[in-house]
């Protein structure tokens, strides 16, 4: 509380004692809400809002924390890039082409790695007892003999051979950073046994007889890399060698902040990726009534940047149905009604029916049942759209109030109101008020013309008397 003349301190030593109860937030997107924050700071600007709003701390804490984590990131990405600054040229440009030479060479690295892993596996798969192989070694190449071919098992080829020190050994492929290649053969004795001594050393000796006969020559596999992947990397490093800044003297103290920079925007694209990926999160439901918003041309088509001459009119409606509403005014649901038939309209899209209805629901006469015809169809229309954007659908157009909002728009008396609807005398005002209110939502946002006119009139018939007098609700 802040302190004002004559605030008395026992009461506020009074609220400081009672008992607290969780603040939850009610909070959710709209379509109102999203085209006047776009219209206001922005589709961006807006998303960050709403990943740091109160409503997704409680949705999802952590997703708050990557935001501001992100935000963070930026900012220090920007300043290291500031620090990267050359007098020569665009230093930013000149390390990011670096940077991304980089990143290709890692990638095809990386596809080589795994080529020459599955051609490892395929080349083990083919080996026979008796086939000698090169096996890696740190300092020197190794010889052996295939002993076992090992492809029986699930995990892939694990041979088992001996080395011409009689050494024995189950390799797999990890031992292979190339495909092993046979350079020979030597004849597996018939009743041959690894655990007997002998049969060990008899195939050593024959195994290095091989050996001294001639050298076995096995030539190293070939370093294949993509030709375009090279293609774009040659062409890359050309572009650095031709930049200004190549040839700046302090081109590597420089590439430190550059360095940095580009890894805190590594580390802030995968931040967001994760943010990204929690459905549940208050900005994703945002991005989706945006993107319902650019499909029904309420937003700009270039992603949603600017609100539309249609999303201006849409900003200035403010219910449950407001998308409905504003379809309704551009396909001309209104256009022609009276203002009592204008009422019955409305009320479908503000009347929530409560418990059982002492008269079945309809229309008061055929013009507004036409209107509200075309009405449940946009409805079912923007259902498909909330459907295809992964989005809840509102509940559908009640009329349950429809013949008695238009009775007493019409002049008839309260009590015959009450009987026809059904309704208390306080119910009857609230849904009244809330009529009214859409009306006066719907002149502002149809602008001069006869739909204005109509909205005003329906105003000036619906609140008198008991209406009139009601105070006004939150």
Partial sequence: MCWQPGLDPRAVAGLASRRTYPLRSSFRPTYNMAVNMVGT????????????????????????????????????????????????????????????????????????????RAEAIDALQGLRAGDIVDIPGKRHRAWAVVVDPGVGGGGGP???????????????????????????????????????????????????????????????????????????????????????????????????????????????????????????????????????????????????????????????????????????????????????????????????????RRNPARMPDRRSEDAQIRLRGIWRQVSLSERDHRLPSHGEPDIGFAEAIHAWASGAELFDVLMLSGLTAGDFVRWARQVVDAAGQLADAAGPGPLRTTCRELIFHVRRGVVDAAPLED
């Avoid at 700071?41 to 709003?53: I, K, M, N, T, Y």
């Avoid at 230093?91 to 990638?107: C, M, N, T, W």
């Fill in 41 to 116: 700071v922005g589709r961006e600007r807006a998303r960050v809002l709403l990943e740091q709003s109160f409503a997704q701390y409680q949705s999802d804490r952590s997703v708050v924390g990557l935001a501001r984590s992100i935000a963070a990131s930026r900012a220090r990405a920007e300043q290291e890039w500031a620090g990267a600054s050359c007098d020569r040229g665009d230093a930013e440009e000149y390390f990011r082409l670096r940077g991304r030479i980089s990143q290709l060479e890692a990638d095809a690295a990386r596809e080589r790695r795994a080529d020459r």
């Fill in 158 to 356: 694990t041979p088992t051979v001996l080395t011409a020190d009689r050494q024995v050994k189950r390799l797999s492929p990890a031992d292979f950073p190339a495909p092993p290649t046979v350079a020979g053969r030597v004849k597996i004795p018939k009743h041959f046994d690894l655990r007997s001594a002998a049969s060990r050393r008899n195939l050593a000796a024959a195994l290095a007889s091989r050996l001294q006969h001639g050298p076995l020559e096995v030539a190293d596999a070939p370093d294949v890399a993509d030709a375009e992947a090279m293609a774009t990397i040659a062409q890359l490093r050309a572009q650095v060698r031709a930049h200004p800044v190549h040839g700046c003297p302090d081109r590597e103290a420089h590439a430190r902040y550059a360095e940095a920079a580009l890894r805190l925007e590594r580390d802030t694209e995968t931040a967001q990726h994760q943010a990204d990926r929690r459905t549940n999160t208050i900005a994703v439901r945002f991005d989706r009534i945006c993107s319902v918003l650019e499909s029904l041309g309420y937003l700009s088509p270039d992603g949603g940047a600017r609100v539309t001459e249609h999303g201006r009119m849409l900003a200035r409606i403010y219910s449950e149905l407001d998308l409905v509403t504003a379809e309704a005014v551009r396909d001309g649901v209104f256009a022609d009604l009276t203002a009592p038939q204008l009422a019955a309209v409305l009320s479908s899209l503000v009347y929530e029916a409560r418990g059982d």
